[in-house]
């Protein structure tokens, strides 16, 4: 090797070690002050992307853990409000049950109805008060609201609050109506009970088609009831057609299908049986046998021998007191009219046919029978005419929430939110017994309203828990695994700075060193 002054090559080789151990000195130190493994880029730049992006990640999963609670906050405010509202519904409901009572007058009735309205006002008050964050909660604005609980925009619970005023909860209701419109009012059949079935003209007109079935579609599903849902023994229930079983319907076997199949649909049914008789001809002893039941022969009827002396053709009071003399055995309640005595109303209360045979009348006197609808039904005589009657009643469908019913070809009975059959329990009142009766309804269907709506505001908080607990879980893992990308290891990294240290001194003794070869040269001149 030459002896060279202008160039110092073992120099320039110290120099070049010393500045590369000098930068990594660098970037030991900044690892330390910092306590990142990666402080840009350069450092690790695939690292560096994939912790940035984990940074974004965390940052997300809080604000998204954050957006649920508020969600908590908004379901437990709206809770807390209906909650208040159930209370309400349940002490009217109370309330309608005491105006019921017969102990009670007119004057009594109106006092209570002060106390339902106020509780009705207050409900409507409660539900346009409740906000949160300015935001009205239980007034129907409050639809389809989606709360961001991940970190895409595809992750978020839609929540809604149904309209919880008085106004808008109630009994959606129907009396079904065959194709012809005619009401769910069963036909009154003037034939004896010893004829085993009903001829067609006598067939009760129930609104369901001959062999089809009786679809309700609900809220809660779809559900069609057929021959076996109603315990018929014949091809088909529809009354259309004049068979044994199917002839002998009573509203009672209906109503009690759809309560039985109520789960799948959210629709009930309530079934009520009344015939009244009035216009008595003759003074003298009045004697019949009375049932209720479901079929068309006398066997399937609980009869009772009803005998009564009727002094005045304006007062059937003797008749009646009879025929209540007995309810226990043939299930049937007899009620005087409030302004004319001269007309009594036979009820079987659960829906079951009412059935009469062998009227008799010592006086040779008649009867008119009128149907549950209001019409003329026939005249009730000693053998040789009509003696004899089965009576069926009418079902009237209840609901939340607005449903529809079919057979076959027909809408039976249909409604919706503006139908004139919605009952709201603003518009309820317990003035009367009759207006009691209608008002409990309504009060029972705006409970499962508001109850219904409760269940789903406790399971979506519930659900919002658990988005939070995995939101956090998500972000802890998600944090640590960035910590192992982007934090420094400090054990690992004081050694290379111990190291580092030396070799940087060293590095300098040896560039002093390496400057004093070309010195050698002096001792040449």
């Known amino acids: 090797m030459a002896l060279s002054v202008v160039t110092n090559f073992t120099s320039l ?13 660098q970037t030991t130190l900044q690892r330390l002050a910092t306590g990142k493994r990666i402080n840009s880029a350069a450092d690790d730049a695939a690292g560096y992307a994939i912790a940035a992006r984990q940074s974004t990640d965390i940052m997300s999963f809080g604000q998204a853990a954050r957006n649920a609670n508020d969600g908590i906050s908004v379901v437990q405010t709206a809770s807390s409000a209906i909650n208040t509202n159930i209370a309400s519904l349940q002490r009217m409901r109370v309330l309608a049950l005491q105006s019921l009572n017969g102990t009670n007058s007119s004057s009594d009735r ?3 109805d002060l106390e339902f309205q106020q509780l009705a006002s207050s409900i409507t008050e409660t539900a346009n008060s409740t906000k949160f964050n300015g935001q ?3 007034d ?3 639809a389809g609201k989606n709360f961001q609980v991940g970190v895409t925009t595809s992750e978020t619970i839609s929540m809604s609050f149904a309209d919880s005023r008085a106004t808008a909860i109630g009994d959606y209701k129907t009396t079904a109506v065959n194709a012809g419109a005619a009401v769910f009012d069963f036909e009154m059949a003037s034939t004896g009970l010893g004829i085993a079935v009903l001829s067609t003209a006598q067939d009760v007109d129930n609104a369901i088609l001959a062999s089809s079935d009786l679809t309700i579609v609900g809220h809660l599903g779809t559900k069609s009831l057929a021959d076996a849902d109603f315990g018929a023994a014949a091809t088909s229930f529809g009354l259309a057609t004049a068979t044994t079983t199917s002839a002998g319907m009573s509203a009672a076997v209906i109503a009690k299908a759809v309560n039985d199949s109520t789960g799948d649909h959210g629709v009930t049914a309530s079934a009520e049986t009344k015939a009244t008789l009035s216009a008595l001809t003759a003074a003298g002893d009045v004697t019949f046998s009375l049932g209720s039941g479901t079929g068309s022969v006398a066997a399937d009827y609980n009869f009772t021998t009803i005998t009564a002396t009727i002094a005045d053709t304006s007062d059937l009071s003797a008749l009646a007191q009879a025929i209540n003399d007995t309810t226990g055995t043939h299930g049937v309640v007899a009620e005087l009219s409030s ?6 109303t036979l009820i079987s209360s659960s829906g079951q046919n009412i059935s009469l045979d062998t009227f008799d009348s010592s006086a040779a006197g008649t009867m008119t029978l009128t149907e549950q609808d209001g019409t003329a039904g026939l005249v009730l005589q000693d053998a040789g005419g009509n003696d004899s009657f089965i009576a069926t009643g009418i079902v009237e469908y209840h609901s939340s929430k607005a449903f529809t019913l079919t057979s076959a070809v027909a809408d039976i009975g249909t409604t919706t939110a503006d139908a004139a059959g919605f009952k709201s329990v603003d518009a309820s009142d317990i003035k009367t017994t009759a207006a009691a009766k209608s008002a409990i309804f309504a009060l029972d269907e705006a409970l499962n309203r508001l109850t219904d709506s409760q269940a ?6 519930n659900r919002l828990g658990v988005v939070i607990s995995n939101l956090e879980s998500q972000q802890l893992n998600t944090t640590n695994s960035r910590g192992r990308i982007e934090d420094a290891d400090f054990a690992s990294e004081t050694a290379q700075l111990s190291k580092l240290q030396i070799l ?4 300098t003794a040896m560039l002093a060193q390496a400057n004093q070869i070309p010195a050698a040269v002096l001792s040449l001149i």
């Open 339 to 344: 302004t004319d005595k001269g007309s009594m």
């Open 110 to 112: 109106v006092n209570l």
């Open 140 to 142: 129907g604005s409050f």
């Open 13 to 25: 080789v110290a120099q070049n070690r010393i500045n590369e151990t000098n930068m990594s000195l």
């Open 136 to 138: 009205s909660l239980l």
């Open 504 to 507: 940087s001194q060293v590095g």
């Open 456 to 461: 789903n505001n406790g399971a979506i908080e």
